[in-house]
């Protein structure tokens, strides 16, 4: 008989003895696991707890100000906020092959990161404190895809972008190594997160970087990003979000086609919509979103925003398509 308020309570009194008077360190990417470690750390030894958040730039519409405001206000962590939304664009100028760019991503995060967590081991030592612990959102599926060994997330390393480095300077804590996706959301919400936190939907660590196929601008990621909301707010007003596995909203940013907006003639990119259902993301099936609410988001967008004159359905299982299209 499984019970959150159990499970809690359980962890808290595990994390206070593990870390005594120490002081704890833990990265936040925006989703699920790392905002409810945290959280759930927090609640067990409150301002020895510092979290770091690396703003890539390369987040959805409203996901920097969920982490920042929404998150902080609900559980007041401590939280550092590293705006790098600008080296990213830097590093990633001119760049339109795939793997690079999550390569370029990924040690990008990691120098980043480092540098805030220098930040915070000064700050700790001021305080007479020494930093001993960093909190990773480690769950038991990751833990049996990397073998059980440590540090999860051995098969899919090129997707964590929120891996963060083997630092051997700390010992981890894991809160949530034995738990399932479902047991993680019911946590969070016991400890009060809000619902779109608590609910998002998988999101790669590279963000709207995969999403936009061609270089990365800022002008593309705004456009990508409106488009992106956009269909979000139809898919949850439709009541799709928990049936959706997730769905990547995807900016063929070098495509041009005709269209007619208004009077005039343009000249366009197009959006694809690529709902999926899955079980684990190993495979999918295209999503039969009804008919009215891909009209509905497909109406919007082309009106919305001015560049897009072509919406388009992604009707692909995985395999042969990967859900991503980058
Ligand atoms: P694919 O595209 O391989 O995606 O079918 C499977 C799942 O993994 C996510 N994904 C990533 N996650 N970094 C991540 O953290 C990545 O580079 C990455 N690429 C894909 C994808 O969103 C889907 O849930």
């Not at 996901?63 to 664009?89: P, S």
């Not at 993301?281 to 988001?297: E, G, H, K, Q, S």
Request: proline residues 4%; negative net charge.
């Amino acid at each position: 008989d499984w019970d959150a308020s159990s499970i809690i309570e359980d962890q808290v009194k595990k994390i206070r003895e593990k870390v005594g008077d120490a002081e704890v360190i833990c990265g936040l990417s925006g989703g699920v696991d790392s905002a409810v470690a945290a959280a759930l750390v927090h609640k067990a030894i409150g301002d020895q707890l510092t979290c770091v958040f690396v703003d890539h730039g390369l987040l959805r519409k409203g996901e920097v100000e969920q982490v920042k405001h929404d998150f902080v206000e609900a559980t007041g962590i401590r939280l550092i906020t590293v705006d790098a939304a600008d080296d990213f664009l830097t590093a990633l100028k001119g760049v339109t092959e795939p793997e690079r760019k999550r390569k370029i991503i990924g040690e990008k995060f990691i120098r980043t990161f480092e540098k805030a967590q220098q930040q915070v081991l000064e700050e700790a030592g001021a305080r007479g404190k020494e930093v001993k612990f960093l909190v990773q959102g480690t769950l038991y599926p990751d833990v049996v895809e990397s073998g059980g060994g440590d540090g999860a997330a051995n098969i899919k390393s090129h997707h964590n972008v929120g891996g963060l480095p083997k630092d051997i300077k700390f010992q981890l804590i894991e809160p949530l190594r034995t738990l399932f996706k479902d047991e993680v959301r019911a946590i969070g919400t016991e400890l009060g997160l809000p619902d779109e936190i608590v609910w998002r939907q998988p999101f790669p660590g590279p963000g709207l970087g995969i999403r936009i196929i061609g270089e990365i601008t800022k002008e593309r990621l705004d456009l990508l990003r409106e488009a992106d909301a956009i269909a979000r707010e139809e898919l949850t007003k439709a009541g799709l979000d928990r049936d959706i596995w997730q769905c990547p909203v995807v900016l063929l940013a070098d495509v041009h086609s005709v269209g007619v907006q208004g009077d005039e003639r343009t000249y366009g990119s197009p959006i694809v919509l690529r709902p999926v259902s899955s079980e684990d993301a190993m495979t999918a099936d295209w999503a039969r979103v009804p008919y009215d609410v891909l009209a509905t988001i497909s109406t919007r967008i082309t009106n919305e925003c001015r560049q897009i004159n072509r919406v388009v359905l992604d009707c692909t299982s995985k395999p042969p398509a990967t859900i991503e299209w980058e």
